[in-house]
């Protein structure tokens, strides 16, 4: 099989399932997060960021969108003018050119423009903007492949047009990933410094002495308390000691009488 068309395959799929992903789990911008910025004090500020964007960070990332927002739409007016059923080609390579300028359609009217808003709502956000660098790194593979077919087999102005097209998909995925790489080395800075900062303020911070145990030993010792033993009840008919019981009384037996003599 063409390693060429294995390669515009692969890619085909890729932006396929970028558009639908994106589609699926990215959330619409709330209106009022848009980024502004104020050129008299040199800061800009993301509401999705909720922190300060310096101006001359905001007006790089607004220059690049803008012009990759201008080349999406000259693309699309482009593609839409391409004859490809005249194309004097085999059907293969026809239906082949047709499903790459879909799959790029698709991709510039839904996948592209979400990620566009999510890096100019987040202008110094890495992973928003590491997206949108993959996506067009996959897009100007597709789109090379299209521009290659066009010059073999559609007319010079469509190929001049698209040529002029995919130009400048590739001037910004250059500048974004430059962008990319200047908003790693800041971030690393700025690690750096807080864990400086942080072990210069736990420094500061006085260790607490230790607590102090007081006795008082001029207390006198507390005598033991004696349990008293309990005393034992007395038994019905018990005499104290010292006393003699009555002496039991016994039957008196009459005199005896005297015999006659």
């Known amino acids: ?18 558009a639908s992903a994106v589609g699926q789990t990215s959330a619409a911008p709330a209106p009022n997060a848009v980024a502004y910025s104020v050129q008299g004090q040199g800061l800009a ?34 593609l839409t003018k391409l004859r490809i059923e005249r194309w004097k080609t085999d059907s293969g390579t026809k239906k082949q050119a047709l499903g790459n300028v879909d799959s790029i359609q698709r991709n510039l009217q839904s996948a592209l423009p979400e990620m566009i808003a999510k890096v100019r709502n987040a202008p ?28 073999a087999f559609g007319s010079k102005d469509d190929f001049q047009t698209l ?13 974004i990933a430059q962008r990319m790489e200047n908003l790693a080395a800041s971030k ?3 690690i750096v410094r807080l864990r400086a900062d942080l072990k210069t303020a736990q420094a500061a911070i006085p260790a607490a002495p230790p607590k102090k145990v007081v006795v008082d030993d001029s207390e006198p010792a ?8 309990p005393v034992a009840k007395k038994p019905a008919g018990a005499t104290t000691p010292g006393t003699t019981p009555p002496a039991a009384q016994t039957p008196q037996t009459p005199p005896a009488q005297q015999k006659p003599q």
């Open 1 to 18: 099989m063409n390693p060429k068309l294995i390669s515009c395959c692969f890619g085909l799929g890729w932006l396929v399932l970028s």
């Open 188 to 190: 690393e800075q700025e």
């Open 222 to 229: 507390k005598k033991p308390v004696v349990k008293k033993k």
């Open 45 to 78: 500020y993301s509401a999705q960021a909720g922190g300060p964007v310096s101006y001359a960070s905001m007006t790089e990332i607004n220059g690049l969108l803008a012009q990759l927002e201008t080349t999406s739409k000259s693309t699309q007016a482009d």
């Open 124 to 151: 110094e956000d890495v992973p928003a903007t590491f997206r949108l660098y993959r996506n067009l790194d996959a897009l100007y593979d597709v789109m090379s492949s299209v521009v290659e077919s066009t010059g």
């Open 163 to 175: 040529a002029n097209d995919l130009s400048g998909f590739e001037g910004t995925r250059k500048q």
